[in-house]
């Protein structure tokens, strides 16, 4: 394909960039890639290579260091008094299970393809560009979104630790809206603070999240033993308010879904392992440890600590903002919790910083963003400049805006992208272009996911009764006949070298479904706060995007076709350099 000049080099080209839009639209949307092109030649555009310096310890270390400071601490609470009194327990549990679902199939895609993408690199060679650049920037906001929103419980732990209430680190300015008029300079300065430090070195982040990890498991370990041997049995079953709802199910069952898809939130670590996929010595091995492993092992936690709170309080008597703290009545106990919260914090602030760099720095490679976000440092082997970038926003959103305000959002994020990584999973198991036709598949995918919505909306809106329990069992069981007839009717068109998600494709189905229900149980705002900003990202996508991946493949960095997945030959699989 012949050079042609940029679509921004001056007002005159963009306008005639954009009169072209359409055209470059069909070109590039359903444009896709190949893992041979995202290890390779994508790859050499960040510069300089990330270096392989992670084993399975580290990416253990890194998951259990992200998903339990950001979990628990910050988002407990609020689930537990709001919508599953102590059946939380059990909301930890479901998110768990839809968790290690999820952590499959990231786990296949990562050994397949050890790339920093996560994600936006899945998508990107199963269904296309667009749907990549949709997911990777609702990934990108997940990220930061619940950055900020930790690093503000942060200050609440910060506060309880030393005995200063939070309030008085933070100072309202009148003129702003509720929910963005509480500053916190703490949570900037904390932010900033993990933003030098993942800049400097990746190992060296590895080893301070080891050390941070390591205290705040023992902190973990006494948050559980203090609770299950000092709280009352009693309080599983009885508000402290006798006018309250009572019952280990005081919102229904149905409360206990609402929970799970807000405490979700606590599982967006182990996706963050995916991203190291690049800086992993031996991916076949330790990226199946690191990020399933890591997933288990907080699930367990995570139930353990939930039960633990609702043994000490009744869920009526509940911080939503700090619930451990204040869980042991401000005495010298309440002051350890305090110290541990805040340090499980830091290291969930620290690998979620470090994923949503490589995420940036992967969707810079593709070019829909500038290419100044994919360099990486010769220096340091770090993506720099996406790490400062978003270190900075990330502060900015910290300084003024309400834990609550974030939560939903960053909720709703996750599961939709979790929900489009198990369709690509599934999509790229029996479709390959050029040997097999995409529309069984298809066919498959889209009744099933219709089948999960309508169980979802039975389930949210239906009167409680026999009619509602027998419209959620048909609905059910045609959701498992679709599964059962996709299964007896379509080949498998590839066989996963190393690693495959087990059951296929029963185990990402199951993952959809559950996304699917998960994502029913949000609240009305948080569609609304979710649309406006996918269609932030679409007009992103149209307006500069398309246009800017459109010349890379016109410059040659781009070369494959569109819709095409090429089928990497024998030579290129034998590559040394690509070797996993």
């Known amino acids: 394909m012949e050079s042609h000049g940029s679509s921004f080099s001056s007002p005159r080209t963009y306008l005639r960039a954009l009169a072209e839009t359409p055209a470059r639209l069909a070109r590039r949307a359903v444009s896709v890639s190949t893992s041979y092109e995202e290890m390779s030649a994508v790859r050499a555009r960040s510069g300089s290579d990330m270096e392989k310096s992670l084993g399975w310890l580290d990416l253990v270390g890194f998951g259990v260091g992200g998903m339990v400071g950001a979990g628990v601490f910050v988002t407990t609470g609020r689930a537990s008094r709001l919508y599953a009194g102590p059946s939380v327990v059990l909301s ?77 680190w933070r100072f309202t300015v009148a003129g702003l809206p509720n929910g963005f008029n509480e500053i916190d300079v703490v949570a900037v300065l904390v932010v900033l603070a993990i933003t030098l430090i993942i800049c400097y070195s990746t190992r060296e982040s590895s080893v301070v999240n080891m050390v941070l990890t390591a205290l705040h498991i023992i902190f973990i370990l006494f948050v559980i033993v203090v609770g299950l041997c000092k709280g009352d049995w009693n309080n599983f079953t009885e ?59 907080v699930t367990v936690l995570y139930c353990l600590m939930a039960a633990s709170m609702a043994k000490l309080l009744p869920y009526d008597m509940i911080d939503p903002e700090a619930p451990f703290s204040a869980a042991f009545g401000g005495k010298w106990e309440s002051r350890v919790i305090g110290v541990g919260a805040a340090l499980g914090i830091l290291t969930s602030l620290l690998v979620a910083m470090l994923g949503q760099a490589r995420y940036m720095c992967v969707i810079g490679r593709s070019s829909v963003v500038p290419a100044w976000f994919a360099r990486v440092h010769p220096k340091t082997s770090t993506p720099v400049n996406s790490s400062a970038f978003l270190g900075i926003l990330t502060a900015a959103i910290s300084l003024f805006t309400d834990l609550n305000v974030l939560l939903n959002l960053v909720s709703i994020g996750t599961l939709f992208v979790f929900y489009m990584v198990a369709n690509a999973v599934i999509f790229r198991r029996y479709v390959v272009v050029g040997r097999t036709k995409p529309w069984p598949t298809i066919s498959f995918l889209c009744p099933f996911s219709l089948t999960a919505i309508m169980f979802s909306v039975i389930w949210q809106i239906a009167p409680q009764g026999r009619a509602k329990a027998l419209m959620l069992c048909v609905t059910a069981v045609i959701a498992a006949s679709i599964v059962q007839i996709f299964h007896c009717m379509v080949k498998q068109a590839r066989k996963p070298e190393f690693w495959g998600v087990p059951l296929m494709p029963w185990m990402p189905s199951v993952s959809i479904f559950l996304n699917i229900f998960l994502l029913g149980s949000l609240d009305r705002p948080s569609y609304v706060r979710f649309g406006y900003f996918s269609g932030f990202a679409v007009l992103v996508y149209v307006f500069y995007g398309v246009h800017a991946s459109f010349d890379a493949q016109g410059n040659g960095s781009f070369t494959q076709k569109n819709g095409e997945i090429h089928i990497e030959s024998a030579e290129e699989s034998n590559d040394p350099g690509l070797k996993v």
Not at 109 to 119: E, L, Q, Y
Not at 247 to 264: D, E, L
């Open 92 to 168: 930890y549990a479901i998110a768990g299970l839809c968790a290690l679902l999820s952590a499959f199939c990231y786990t296949e895609f990562a050994v397949d393809m050890p790339v920093a993408g996560g994600a936006f690199s899945y998508l990107r060679v199963t269904f296309g560009e667009f749907a990549a650049f949709l997911t990777g920037a609702n990934l990108v906001m997940d990220y930061v979104m619940s950055n900020a929103a930790v690093a503000r419980g942060f200050t609440a732990y910060l506060g309880t630790a030393i005995g200063v209430p939070a309030a008085k």
């Open 239 to 297: 508000p402290g308010d006798p006018t309250h709802p009572s019952g280990f199910f005081p919102y229904g069952v149905s409360g206990v879904f609402n929970g799970a898809s807000m405490v979700y939130l606590s599982y967006i670590g182990y996706d963050a392992v995916s991203t190291m996929a690049e800086e992993v010595r031996n991916p076949v091995k330790d990226i199946p440890i690191g990020v399933s492993g890591s997933v288990l092992i």
